[in-house]
């Protein structure tokens, strides 16, 4: 099995939290990768909330291919970040020649567009980087959205964050949401792409466990949406169904637990809100899920959840203290960077609900 965490905290945090999250829980992966998505940024980040930041790991000549890509595109580099690695002898990682965190003003043109007509912008861009790069392999492009920074790689978590200089705190490179997973994708080839958290216009999922529907899942999802694309791990289909559901359906995050293990149909008889039940489960029966999992999940809105399985066959916990809420695998790790909070408040969510985490850490259990 893999392993998923995620915080949210009142104030900013630096990924070496995130790190020891994840490390408590080694032995429940195989220290075959480490990945991490940041929302709402804090430090060199903080002033560009607004602007869209390209997460992106290539070649030399993939990144001169992404940069010319968006200069035609009319985008404008405002800021960027170059993270000083540190390259010792012995590290387990299979390092890319450049990690890229660039900032971009939008094209002139779309300045005061709709917010809905940027971000299926920068959708679109994102999509046209990775077909270029993809061919040769010249560089993978994991994130391109406001507020949000990703960083993906293959080798041991540890030595990842030692390449990478996070095992210390740094005000510069700080968000007050992380999501991370230790381990490399299983069920197929270990390539960037496949390693989670996935994200997708403000959307963030990650899972541990397997989703046995994967197929069924798919062939659906590619029919849906222009970016449901990849599909590198069975898991990205809870990133997608989520995004569908939220965002193109425009619907509570409280349904997409219906979506993915829909109520038996003699228990939807028995419920006021039975029709709607029933339309759902009839009309999106491709989208159920099935197999053990729980899934981790972040909202544009920077909403932080969690839900599992119909059967609860993936482990999970939320503890909290009075400025950070921590999702783990294993409590361990919440044991490793919260030790002084009450125990007895920890939550084991059970498989009927959603417990969703708001900005002002208010923690909400919503039972299907």
């Known amino acids: 099995m893999c392993r998923i965490g995620a915080i949210k905290s009142l104030d900013y945090v630096h990924p070496s939290m995130a790190l020891q999250l994840m490390q408590s829980q080694q032995k429940g992966h195989d220290n075959s990768g480490f990945a991490m998505v940041m929302h709402d940024l804090g430090g060199i980040f903080e002033n560009y909330k607004h602007l869209p930041t390209l997460s992106m790991a290539a070649t030399d000549e993939g990144v001169k291919i992404a940069e010319d890509i968006?200069?035609?595109?009319?985008?404008?580099?405002?800021?960027?970040?170059?993270?000083?690695?540190?390259?010792?002898?012995?590290?387990?990682?299979?390092?890319?020649?450049?990690?890229?965190?660039?900032?971009f003003d939008y094209p002139k043109h779309l300045r005061n567009a709709e917010q809905t007509e940027k971000e299926e912008l920068l959708l679109d861009m994102r999509l046209a980087l990775r077909r270029a790069l993809e061919p040769n392999e010249e560089g993978f492009v994991y994130s391109f959205w406001p507020d949000v920074v990703t960083l993906k790689e293959i080798g041991d978590p540890r030595d990842i964050g030692t390449y990478f200089r996070l095992w210390e705190p740094d005000d510069r490179f700080t968000a007050r949401v992380i999501t991370a997973q230790c381990r490399q994708n299983t069920n197929y080839d270990i390539v960037r792409y496949a390693a989670h958290p996935f994200h997708l216009q403000g959307y963030t999922a990650l899972a541990n466990g397997e989703n046995t529907f994967y197929l069924?899942?798919?062939?659906?999802?590619?029919?849906?949406?222009?970016?449901?694309?990849?599909?590198?791990?069975?898991?990205?289909?809870?990133?997608?169904?989520?995004?569908?559901?939220?965002?193109?359906?425009?619907?509570?995050?409280?349904?997409?637990?219906?979506?993915?293990?829909?109520?038996?149909?003699?228990?939807?008889?028995?419920?006021?809100?039975?029709?709607?039940?029933?339309?759902?489960?009839?009309?999106?029966?491709?989208?159920?899920?099935?197999?053990?999992?729980?899934?981790?999940?972040?909202?544009?809105?920077?909403?932080?959840?969690?839900?599992?399985?119909?059967?609860?066959?993936?482990?999970?916990?939320?503890?909290?203290?009075?400025?950070?809420?921590?999702?783990?695998?294993?409590?361990?790790?919440?044991?490793?960077?919260?030790?002084?909070r009450n125990w007895e408040e920890d939550i084991y969510p059970h498989e009927r609900e959603i417990v969703a985490i708001d900005n002002s850490l208010e923690v909400q259990r919503w039972r299907q």
Not at 80 to 99: F, R, S
Not at 234 to 248: E, I, K, P
């Open 70 to 103: 968006l200069h035609r595109a009319g985008f404008q580099r405002v800021m960027q970040w170059v993270p000083e690695t540190d390259p010792q002898p012995g590290l387990d990682i299979n390092a890319m020649p450049n990690y890229v965190f660039e900032t």
């Open 216 to 340: 069924k899942n798919v062939e659906f999802q590619r029919k849906l949406h222009r970016g449901y694309i990849g599909f590198e791990s069975d898991s990205q289909c809870f990133l997608y169904t989520l995004h569908y559901v939220h965002r193109q359906l425009g619907w509570p995050l409280r349904y997409y637990k219906h979506v993915i293990t829909p109520l038996p149909f003699e228990e939807i008889e028995q419920r006021e809100d039975k029709e709607q039940l029933k339309a759902i489960r009839q009309s999106l029966a491709h989208l159920e899920i099935n197999g053990p999992n729980t899934i981790i999940g972040v909202l544009p809105d920077h909403t932080m959840f969690t839900c599992c399985d119909a059967k609860k066959l993936r482990p999970v916990v939320v503890g909290r203290d009075e400025k950070t809420v921590v999702i783990s695998s294993e409590v361990c790790g919440i044991n490793e960077i919260l030790p002084h």
